[in-house]
């Protein structure tokens, strides 16, 4: 078996493979480093409306397995995203997604509506940013809030919207339930887990902003169980989104349930981490055998009671 | 820029806290440029799980060399200092602006303590080899950990060790001996690296004396290239704040843009 149909559908947008970069770890300088036409889609740093500074710094502080970030969209505004990036990736045929973020669902309708244009494939909503204001707080913690949001942008645009939930909720689920009901094209799973990191001699918090967004392999067992729940009770495409590092993670993810998965963190250990990662899925799809990798969506074998999973174990 | 997997030569104590390390890298040498950075690798575990940055301290054209020399500070230094010579190190860079020296300038005056000597060396090479003249003064907490400057001079720079062992190292009396060298030396530039309080104070004589300066800056880094903004600082320009990346607008910035720290 020689071609291996990398080929995914997520929400209308056709991806040559199912590995996008995530937002906010990924611009228009990875081009200085490999070609971007080799990615299944590219996906922008969420961007608001007007520009903004972003929070104080430190934006960073590694933890073990992972990292804290509060950069607090740092962004140029939607101008300079029309104006320099759209342009700038119309240069290549991988299709661009551009993640858009927003303080209130008013807003989010300018945005889009600004930004379906052509040249973008999807819009990304961050509706699960933790680090604006009110204490981490976002859409996506709450289904109702969601449906609110989703709902609203739909109704106004026509463009493919993909909407990117937050794990720091309960109701996963039913915040995924409420995105498909309100007409989302697919579900991203998910954006940082909020955390906090403490320097041990000043006692100062590692982080300028105190909290700040957890990502890394660490939060990937956590990530991954939630692929799993959402995808037993969505019927859009899922992708999966939270501490990919090897084609293993991604192809876990997909076997969890997700269309799709989006590269963070990894980005910055290995700049050409993404490109490592196709060629690995693409070989183990050729050792097991897979003429297409939708076949191992949601593949995981799951012996005994369908809601065994469901049942607290600890 | 490239990343690639560059063999390490040696890497050797050069005092109880720092080492230095030189690596072959034919692939990147030319691109080479005083005050760049490179962004290494330090282990193949997932923990340290991200690169950690170092400048350039020494480009040896002839031999294909690049060395390093840093501070053992935390795990991702940690692990670095225990590679040995022949083994792989994977690199990413040369990353970032270098230090710029106008054809004008004749006078050099380079103020560093630290890590920040490592910065400031190859500037001192690169200098003496446009025919400028550079004064060192180097600032530590003890003699030991002066480790660069016989190097330095071997650069050509005229150096003056200060210590806080020697209680000479205290701001009024750095103050004093550059106010005394831009005096008896006609300064053209002033550069530093390494401390917050040198930087403010360079600053301040930059301002009064009306002499350009560069300043190198540290931050906490992601990506490395200018993609997350996780590494920006604020600075002023045209009575406004702006915020800009260490890593990719930096990390060589000028005096006069650089915010009280
Ligand atoms: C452009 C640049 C050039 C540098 N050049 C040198 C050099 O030539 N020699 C040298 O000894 N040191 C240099 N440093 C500092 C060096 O990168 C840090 O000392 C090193 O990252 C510490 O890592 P660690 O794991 O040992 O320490 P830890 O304290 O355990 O590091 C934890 C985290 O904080 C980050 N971090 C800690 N201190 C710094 C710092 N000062 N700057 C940036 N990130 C930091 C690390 O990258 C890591 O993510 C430079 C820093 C920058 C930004
Ligand atoms: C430095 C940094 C900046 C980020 N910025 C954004 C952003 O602007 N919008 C967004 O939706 N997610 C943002 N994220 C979250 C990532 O897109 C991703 O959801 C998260 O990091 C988990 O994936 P990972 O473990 O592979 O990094 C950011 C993450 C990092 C590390
Ligand atoms: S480290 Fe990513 S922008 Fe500087």
């Known amino acids: 078996m020689s071609e291996i149909d990398m080929e995914v559908s997520i929400g209308g947008v056709l991806m040559k493979n199912p590995v996008m970069p995530a937002s906010g770890t990924f611009a228009e300088e990875a081009a200085q480093i490999f070609d971007l036409n080799v990615l299944g889609a590219l996906v922008t740093k969420s961007v608001t409306r007007y520009p903004r500074m972003g929070n104080i710094g430190p934006r960073i502080a590694e933890t073990t397995a992972g990292m804290i970030n509060a950069v607090g969209i740092q962004s140029k505004g939607s101008q300079s995203m029309l104006n320099t990036s759209i342009p700038f990736y119309q240069q290549y045929n991988s299709p661009l997604i551009i993640s858009i973020s927003a303080d209130t669902a008013d807003e989010f309708i300018d945005l889009a509506q600004e930004l379906s244009v052509p040249g973008v494939a999807a819009l990304e909503i961050n509706i699960s940013c933790p680090n604006l204001e009110d204490d981490g707080r976002s859409y996506a913690m709450d289904p109702a809030q969601t449906f609110r949001v989703v709902d609203y942008i739909k109704k106004k645009t026509k463009i493919p919207l993909f909407a990117k939930l937050t794990p720091n909720t309960n109701a996963i689920t039913e915040v995924a339930i409420a995105a498909e009901a309100a007409g989302a094209d697919a579900v991203v799973v998910a954006n940082t887990m909020l955390s906090m990191a403490i320097d041990v001699e000043s006692r100062k918090p590692k982080i300028g902003n105190i909290m700040g967004g957890l990502s890394g392999p660490c939060i990937k067992p956590i990530i991954l169980r939630m692929v799993y729940q959402v995808y037993k009770k969505v019927g859009i495409p899922i992708i999966g989104c939270g501490g990919i590092c090897s084609a293993e993670d991604a192809i876990e993810y997909m076997m969890a349930g997700a269309s799709a998965v989006q590269v963070g963190t990894y980005n910055f250990v290995n700049p050409i981490g993404m490109v490592d990662i196709i060629q690995g899925m693409k070989e183990h799809a050729i050792r097991h055998k897979i003429s297409s990798l939708n076949d191992i969506v949601g593949s995981v074998c799951v012996i005994g009671p369908e809601d065994i999973d469901e049942v607290a174990t600890y | ?261």
């Open chain 2, 1 to 261: 820029m490239k990343l690639l997997q560059s063999t390490v030569l040696f890497n050797i104590e050069a005092s109880s806290r720092y080492k230095h390390m030189a690596i072959y890298a034919p692939e990147v040498i030319d691109e080479c440029i005083a005050g760049q950075f490179f962004y290494l690798k330090c282990s193949n575990h997932i923990s340290p799980l991200l690169r950690r940055p170092m400048s350039i301290y020494k480009i040896v054209k002839e031999k294909d060399e690049v060395h390093f020399l840093y501070l053992i500070k935390g795990e991702g230094t940690k692990s670095l200092s225990q590679m040995q010579a022949g083994e792989k190190l994977d690199i990413f860079g040369p990353l970032g602006n270098g230090f710029i020296l106008k054809k004008e300038w004749k006078n050099l005056l380079i103020i560093a303590r630290g890590v920040g000597l490592a910065t400031m060396a190859p500037l001192i090479d690169l200098a003496t080899k446009q025919g400028k003249t550079t004064y060192a003064i180097l600032s530590a907490r003890s003699k030991e950990d002066i480790l660069s400057a016989n190097y330095m001079k071997e650069c050509g720079a005229q150096v003056i060790l200060v210590t806080d062992e020697d209680g000479n190292s205290d701001m009024v009396y750095v103050r004093k001996l550059i106010e005394s060298m831009i005096d008896s030396k006609s300064i053209d530039a002033l550069f530093t690296c390494g401390s917050k309080r040198l930087t403010n104070l360079l600053k301040n004589i930059s301002l009064q004396y009306k002499i350009p300066g560069q300043v190198a800056l540290e931050e906490n880094m992601g990506c490395g290239l200018g993609m997350c903004f996780c590494c920006v600082k604020p600075f002023q320009r045209a009575g406004k704040i702006i915020n800009l990346r260490v890593c990719s607008e930096g990390p060589i910035f000028q005096l006069e843009e650089v915010m009280e720290i």
